[in-house]
């Protein structure tokens, strides 16, 4: 998702919380002070983390596409259930590490984004390495799993429901340590209050999204089945547009575990982080500058994800294969 968009999306939200902040004074104008407070740092901490947004939307919108038509609605809230539960473990994990061990934030941060860019990795070198009739074959089981009522589709998608609350548990800990960042001088209680809030919101707006875009498909046909020209050519249109829309997300999901984790892993180097601000600086100067300051620092941090990945990977089939040859000794 073009992350203009989200920002967008956002504004929208901090503008409601603007508005709740103001009904909150009118009710009770003993919190008004802390009112606007938290209204402000949650529309600062919404709009730091709509990039983060925009990868969390691509990524879990994919992962949770490819299950039969009446099973997406269940396995996207089966995701956004596990996503709450990441936000109720990070959100007082991070208060207790911003309190007791701050220096603890950037290398929790650096490993997920290393395994992050190790999934991406892996996604590519799958695709790469396996035959075209090995992933024929893994396709063929998932269509005749879908299409068997006697199998139990709930066990079947286990796995990929583990994998995308797994991705969207790093993706939450970069959201909460930036909202952290906003209000780390804050008061205790307002810093709470703007976590839970960011942290309530990002869940709802993505996987409101994600589930909106797994039934696009649904969408197409309703319209398509209805007696106005304009309502069957615009059903036509989403369900022709739909297939090319799924694998879209794929390959921006897969792009986006390289550019959080890359932006991680150079966030978290400070040499690196000056290195790679002074070539989207210095790419200002090139023509249509605005362009290529944001789109140099996104693709150099996507190269640093890339070489993470390659190397996590070639580490953990190492480690692997060692312990495959011990346990044969």
């Known amino acids: 998702m073009a992350s203009g968009s989200l920002l967008a999306l956002l504004d929208d939200i901090a503008t409601i919380l603007d508005d709740v902040a103001l009904m909150t004074k009118v009710a009770a104008k003993?919190?008004?002070?802390?009112?606007?407070?938290?209204?402000?740092?949650?529309?600062?901490?919404?709009?730091?983390?709509?990039?983060?947004?925009?990868?969390?939307l691509a990524l879990n919108a994919q992962q949770v596409t490819g299950v039969r038509a009446e099973r997406e609605i269940p396995v996207v809230w089966a995701v956004a259930k596990g996503s709450f539960i990441n936000k109720v473990i990070l959100v007082p994990a991070a208060l207790l590490i911003s309190a007791f061990a701050p220096w603890a934030v950037t290398p929790l941060l650096m490993i997920g984004g290393a395994f992050l860019c190790f999934e991406g990795f892996e996604k590519v070198a799958h695709k790469l390495l396996h035959a075209p009739h090995e992933d024929a074959a893994e396709h063929e089981s998932h269509v005749l799993a879908n299409a068997n009522p006697a199998v139990d589709l709930v066990a079947f998608?286990?796995?990929?429901?583990?994998?995308?609350?797994?991705t969207d548990f790093i993706l939450s800990a970069e959201i909460i340590a930036i909202t952290l960042g906003t209000v780390a001088s804050a008061p205790f209680v307002?810093?709470?209050?703007?976590?839970?809030?960011?942290?309530?919101?990002?869940?709802?707006?993505?996987?409101?999204?994600?589930?909106?875009?797994?039934?696009?498909?649904?969408?197409?046909?309703?319209l398509n089945g209805k007696a106005s020209a304009v309502a069957r050519a615009l059903g036509s249109g989403i369900l022709r547009a739909a297939p090319w829309l799924m694998k879209g997300l794929s390959v921006a999901g897969t792009a986006a575990m390289f550019l959080v984790g890359g932006g991680i892993l150079v966030h978290g180097v400070p040499a690196l982080h000056h290195a790679v601000d002074a070539a989207g600086e210095a790419a200002a100067q090139w023509p249509v500058g605005a362009l290529w300051h944001v789109l140099v620092p996104n693709l150099l941090n996507a190269v640093v994800g890339i070489v993470a990945g390659g190397l996590v990977l070639a580490a953990v089939t190492l480690v692997q294969r060692l312990r495959g040859k011990s346990a044969a000794h």
């Open 30 to 56: 003993k919190s008004a002070a802390m009112a606007d407070d938290v209204s402000v740092m949650t529309k600062v901490a919404a709009q730091k983390t709509a990039g983060v947004l925009g990868d969390d």
């Open 157 to 166: 998608e286990k796995d990929k429901i583990k994998g995308a609350v797994r």
């Open 190 to 222: 307002q810093q709470v209050t703007v976590l839970s809030g960011i942290a309530v919101i990002m869940t709802i707006g993505v996987y409101g999204l994600v589930a909106g875009i797994v039934k696009l498909d649904d969408l197409g046909l309703w």
